[in-house]
């Protein structure tokens, strides 16, 4: 993270705003907790077609009910057990964009990243400010490597790679990327860990 970014961090939590970041195109974005009630944003992108085309590979759509989400906001907004973050992406217009996430899965206690933008704010540079945003965030709560698994064909790939991610391995179906969070010091010591 550039010196800039990381001053805006900072005068953005000293304003209340959980996080805002902007990129070389000025993008500008805060990751905002959702109450229960406004899940149906999530719902709403969810049963998207063209928002969940990159999940395709793995079945499109998600259905997510009304009467899921209490249980779900539970396990992944209220509960403080570690294992779970999630947040709304809003621009500056305060309009939500999309998604971001992650959880610890699996015995190797992987945290794997999840970034979703609605399809009609494709191309204007959130997913790459939120994908840094939710990097920085799961630093800051001391996950030292993040994960995702993403489709072959998934055009994600490249912008997870454009922030640092790096290949763990790749199927014919889909490539595990990998992006170290601590600092370079502490990396030479925890890379086997990771």
């Not at 000025?26 to 406004?38: A, G, Q, R, V, W």
Request: charged share 30%; with cysteine; aromatic share 12%.
């Amino acid at each position: 993270m550039d010196k800039k970014t990381a001053v805006e961090i900072s005068a953005a939590k000293q304003m209340g705003v959980e996080h805002i970041v902007s990129d070389e195109r000025n993008i500008k974005i805060s990751l905002y907790t959702p109450k229960l009630d406004e899940l149906w944003f999530r719902k709403e992108f969810m049963s998207d077609p063209d928002t969940m085309s990159y999940n395709n590979a793995w079945g499109g759509t998600i259905p997510f009910p009304k009467e899921d989400w209490e249980a779900w906001y539970n396990n992944w907004v209220v509960a403080d057990d570690d294992k779970h973050f999630y947040r709304y992406i809003k621009n500056a217009n305060g309009e939500f964009v999309g998604e971001v996430a992650y959880h610890i899965k699996g015995e190797r206690k992987m945290c794997m990243a999840d970034v979703i933008i609605e399809s009609k704010y494709r191309g204007k540079g959130y997913g790459k400010a939120a994908l840094l945003l939710l990097c920085e965030q799961a630093r800051e709560n001391g996950v030292d490597c993040i994960y995702d698994n993403i489709a072959i064909d998934n055009s994600a790939v490249k912008l997870f790679q454009d922030v640092g991610f790096i290949e763990e391995y790749k199927t014919e179906e889909f490539i595990l990327l990998k992006k170290q969070l601590n600092n370079k010091d502490v990396q030479i010591q925890q890379k086997r860990e990771c």
